[in-house]
């Protein structure tokens, strides 16, 4: 990929409420869009506004959707300042999300996992992603 490319995460729900709940209030993430009725989906798009990236959730009504199939399923956030990791712990719990144990438990030595409400799991990781 050459540089400039924006990265779109998307994935179906059948809670969108409850996701945008978890990473919006949770998580901190910005409302960058949302659509109703569009062809027979409703969707958000939330990130941030100056990252190369954002997470789309869309439902589309009468087509359920299973949840996460395994409990790997992980996005994970690399926060290096102990300030901002602390910071997005507090806010996580002070919405009501409680950190998991991880099935992997490299995540919990340096980490804290969440589980979003289809069961899909968010690492905050306090350290730098090092190549």
Not at 59 to 81: C, I, K, M, S, W
Not at 102 to 118: C, H, K, L, V
Request: glycine share 10%; charged share 25%; hydrophobic share 35%.
């Amino acid at each position: 990929m050459k540089p400039g490319v924006h990265l779109r995460v998307a994935r179906a729900t059948n809670d969108l409420e409850a996701v945008i709940r978890f990473y919006r209030d949770g998580l901190g993430l910005a409302d960058l869009g949302s659509f109703r009725d569009h062809d027979g989906f409703d969707g958000v798009m939330l990130g941030q506004g100056n990252q190369q990236y954002h997470l789309e959730f869309t439902l589309q009504r009468d087509h359920p959707v299973a949840g996460a199939p395994t409990r790997e399923n992980l996005l994970v956030f690399y926060l290096p300042e102990a300030n901002s990791y602390c910071e997005a712990i507090e806010r996580m719990r002070a919405h009501g999300y409680e950190p998991v144990a991880s099935q992997n438990p490299y995540w919990d030595r340096g980490g804290a996992t969440f589980e979003d409400p289809d069961g899909y799991r968010v690492v905050l990781y306090n350290g730098a992603w090092s190549k």
